[in-house]
């Protein structure tokens, strides 16, 4: 069993859209992890059925027990981050702006603070329209710990995979190079970094693939809208030559990539294109690299 990892180094590449793609082309053979759980979007295209969802809980945060409470100010004067207001002249903890350090309650004289498990968003394990297993998530409004929560999509994803032999887990990561994307790395197999020929993309995959390194995982490169800006698609591709990253394919600007998106459908089950072509192609190539 082989973990591929789709990152970039920004949004906006068509990451998740190549992504369902691989999904869509691997079929039963793999199990579909959707990592990016800060702004989880997959489903739009593979259409999972949430056959299973459980809530997911990390951190902690305050919580005021009113009849305990002897306004004595205490909590306030202590938390640095404005998480205690006062309301109708009770004490009040503002759930976004706790960080659930735990200050607030050792400094209570009353004990009327106490420290609760926080549920910060929701794991769901789905069929989607492909036949395969998806795992994806959702995290709260304003919650922290997405890297936890990565972290679980990704074992749980993995635990599947190994129980029914499936040949690949592919792994839809987040952008950029933050604790999701160091939780969606680890222990991968290959990653496929997605980016544009574009000043800001050159730069982030530049960044985000300074990450990878650090991980020592082989990669490849998929450059989208490869035909939008001739000279900084010669700059990536000089790049990817130095770093020694596999030149998988360069995507041409195509509106049918949008039109597709519309419709729900991934780019190889929407008609006939050349984008078909060289996504199919694209997928080919990386279970030969990995393989």
């Given at each position: 069993?082989?973990?591929?990892?789709?990152?970039?180094?920004?949004?906006?590449?068509?990451?998740?859209?190549?992504?369902?793609?691989?999904?869509?082309?691997?079929?039963?053979?793999?199990?579909?992890?959707?990592?990016?759980?800060?702004?989880?979007?997959?489903?739009?295209?593979?259409?999972?059925?949430?056959?299973?969802?459980?809530?997911?809980?990390?951190?902690?945060?305050?919580?005021?027990?009113?009849?305990?409470?002897?306004?004595?100010?205490?909590?306030?004067?202590?938390?640095?981050?404005?998480?205690?207001?006062?309301?109708?002249?009770?004490?009040?903890?503002?759930?976004?702006?706790?960080?659930?350090?735990?200050?607030?309650?050792?400094?209570?004289?009353?004990?009327?603070?106490?420290?609760?498990?926080?549920?910060?968003?929701?794991?769901?394990?789905?069929?989607?329209?492909?036949?395969?297993?998806?795992?994806?998530?959702?995290?709260g409004i304003g919650a922290d710990n997405s890297g936890k929560l990565v972290a679980k999509v990704k074992n749980e994803a993995k635990q599947i995979a190994e129980k029914n032999n499936k040949d690949f887990i592919i792994i839809d990561g987040s952008p950029g190079v933050g604790c999701p994307v160091v939780s969606s790395?680890?222990?991968?197999?290959?990653?496929?970094?997605?980016?544009?020929?574009?000043?800001?993309?050159?730069?982030?995959?530049?960044?985000?693939?300074?990450?990878?390194?650090?991980?020592?995982?082989?990669?490849?490169?998929?450059?989208?809208?490869?035909?939008?800006?001739?000279?900084?698609?010669?700059?990536?591709?000089?790049?990817?030559?130095?770093?020694?990253?596999?030149?998988?394919?360069?995507?041409?600007?195509?509106?049918?990539?949008?039109?597709?998106?519309?419709?729900?459908?991934?780019?190889?089950?929407?008609?006939?294109?050349?984008?078909?072509?060289?996504?199919?192609?694209?997928?080919?190539?990386?279970?030969?690299?990995?393989?």
């Amino acid at each position: 069993m082989k973990e591929i990892v789709v990152i970039s180094g920004k949004g906006g590449t068509g990451k998740t859209s190549i992504t369902a793609s691989f999904a869509y082309l691997g079929g039963k053979d793999v199990v579909v992890a959707d990592c990016d759980v800060d702004a989880a979007d997959m489903h739009l295209l593979l259409q999972p059925d949430f056959a299973k969802s459980e809530d997911f809980y990390s951190g902690e945060i305050a919580e005021i027990n009113q009849n305990d409470c002897i306004k004595c100010g205490k909590c306030k004067d202590v938390c640095r981050f404005n998480a205690v207001s006062i309301i109708n002249q009770q004490y009040i903890i503002n759930s976004l702006n706790c960080e659930g350090c735990g200050y607030c309650a050792r400094v209570c004289p009353t004990n009327a603070i106490t420290m609760e498990e926080q549920n910060v968003g929701q794991l769901h394990i789905s069929n989607t329209k492909v036949g395969n297993t998806m795992v994806h998530a959702r995290l709260g409004i304003g919650a922290d710990n997405s890297g936890k929560l990565v972290a679980k999509v990704k074992n749980e994803a993995k635990q599947i995979a190994e129980k029914n032999n499936k040949d690949f887990i592919i792994i839809d990561g987040s952008p950029g190079v933050g604790c999701p994307v160091v939780s969606s790395l680890s222990g991968a197999d290959f990653v496929v970094l997605v980016t544009e020929p574009t000043v800001s993309g050159l730069h982030d995959l530049k960044r985000v693939y300074k990450l990878v390194k650090k991980f020592k995982i082989e990669a490849g490169c998929i450059i989208n809208k490869s035909d939008l800006n001739t000279q900084v698609f010669i700059e990536i591709k000089e790049f990817l030559k130095k770093e020694n990253i596999v030149y998988i394919a360069g995507v041409p600007y195509d509106e049918t990539f949008t039109k597709a998106m519309t419709v729900g459908q991934t780019i190889v089950e929407y008609g006939e294109s050349n984008l078909k072509d060289i996504i199919t192609e694209s997928w080919e190539k990386i279970k030969q690299i990995i393989d």
